[in-house]
């Protein structure tokens, strides 16, 4: 029951990770791998967002002083 428990676990981690149900084919790898992938994904997905955001931010430099409260805010930065 605890494997299951587990597995169930990593699945939801997983889930939440992609925005969506996991691929099919990802059934065949262990709780542990499930987890582990869960965890690289928030990973990455978090640097992703970090880069984009300076990159947004660096952007900006080649806006109008004028224009860059607007611009910030149509950008949601």
Do not use: C, F, Y
Not at 31 to 39: F, I, M, S, V, W
């Amino acid at each position: 029951m605890a494997k299951a428990d587990s597995r169930s676990a990593s699945l939801d981690a997983l889930r939440a990770a992609l925005d969506r149900a996991p691929p099919a084919g990802l059934d065949a790898l262990d709780p542990k791998q499930l987890a582990q992938l869960a965890t690289l994904l928030s990973e990455a997905k978090r640097r992703q967002k970090t880069q984009v955001d300076a990159a947004l931010t660096e952007s900006l430099s080649h806006v109008p002083l004028l224009l860059r409260g607007a611009v910030r805010k149509i950008l949601d930065l």
